[in-house]
């Protein structure tokens, strides 16, 4: 199998090499499910050697998104559904040599729809392909993830992710922004490319004027930028500045500084990690009932703490 596309996953292409009839394909967002899945696909239907060639009129039919061997099913789909569409899975296919069913977000599926599922997934015809994208896989029924190849996405090494950004589509965008993508990619190209989208963008940078503003005690332009209206903007917005402080704290556990403020960096280890324990205090106690008007206060608060001097030893 031809995997153009998809970076990295070198265990996954392993696995790719015998073919199976039904696959688990599970990762965090952005950590290249649906990008596998489509070459996966493809494949399925492709009519050439090299598959996927992307050339042949299966694959283009494919490409195009109407292709009739490839069913992409909903999973808030109800079971007297489901049963119909499965009845399809026993005819041979129209046109390529598989018929491939796609399920996106697979733990949405009822706990009756997967026990639907079950005894077709186990002994399919040889005709017909199953496939499964999931956030978290252990979310779905034991018993069909049994009866699947778990495909498990990979994080990529952060070079390949910055060799990624240098493709034309990202010229326009600054060196040091891709390396802060990078910085904040985890290791997942769709990840790095979420980061550079221009909401993520916004919500850095206000993560960034924030932390800079708590460093330097400008106190009122730290209350305007984490003054909210909404609970659920509150909610993000901590969760964003969660993950900023804590790729800083993993950039000084790896060594690694590039694309990062170096001001929040100085604050070491011991602060930055403390400082992370307690924006997750926060972020869990926004699942009860918080007063989004004392919240500014409490987050400020919480962030203060990284200004305090260290204690003088000598
Ligand atoms: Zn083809």
Redesign the pocket.
Known sequence: MRFDGLIGNSGVKKTLETPFHAYIIHGTKGSGKHTLERILT?SL????KE??????????KFLSGNHVDVAYIPTDIKVRDLREKLKDVLYLPNEAEHRVFVFYEAEKLSPVCQNTLLKIVEEPPSHAVFIFLTENAGAMLATLRSRCEMIAMEPVDEKEIYGYLQRPEFAKISDERKKTAVAFSGGYIGAAREFLSEEKSETYLKCDRFAKAVLQNRMSDAINISTFKKRDEMADFTEELYLYFTVHLRSLQKGTSEGLSEEIRSLGKEKLAKLCVSLAKLKENMKFNVNVSLFSAALIAACREMRKAEPILK
């Open positions: 493809a239907v492709c009519q050439s598959k996927p060639c992307g050339k042949c009129d299966q694959c283009k």
